[in-house]
């Protein structure tokens, strides 16, 4: 289970200097200024920045709350306002443990691990608060994105 952050850069020409400049930098740094498009210069940076493993609770919240209860291991969209959301969530499971299988049920599946309310749980539920802490405090240009691979 993985979160990435994505940013994108341009060299456009109706870009900020600044803007042209960081993608220039990259270009030079990443040795690919040859294979990119000059009609639209631009390149997607991507970062992980979180990682979970079998964390089954978390996984489904993110299947039922950003990929429209489809899991199908595809990219799906985190804004910030659901990270918010899912933090404000882990820091009530955390508060109040008797309430986790109500706010944040574990889930059965294929490979998905323990469904117990225990050690591992709420370890994952930290977990997930400090991923989601080092999201908030990056720049508002950065998007986020979930998948899972099974």
Known sequence: MYLSAKKYYSGAEWRTEENKKEFHELLKKS??????????????????????RKANAV???????????????RYAYVGREK?????????KVLLQP???????PTQ????????????????????????IDNCLSMPDEWEFYYHSSW
Do not use: M, R
Not at 83 to 91: G, I, R, S, Y
Not at 112 to 124: A, L, M, P, Q
């Open 83 to 91: 990270l918010e959301e899912l933090k404000a969530l882990c820091q």
């Open 98 to 104: 008797a309430v986790a299988d109500e706010e944040l």
């Open 59 to 73: 996984h489904q919240w993110f299947v039922d709350n950003c990929q429209n209860g489809e899991d199908d291991c």
């Open 31 to 52: 040795g690919i200024a040859k294979h990119v498009k000059t009609d639209l210069p631009s390149i997607q940076l991507e970062v992980s920045i979180g990682y979970w």
């Open 108 to 131: 059965q599946g294929f490979f998905f691990g323990s469904y117990e309310y225990d050690e591992y749980y709420f370890h994952d539920i930290k977990h997930t608060v400090a991923i």
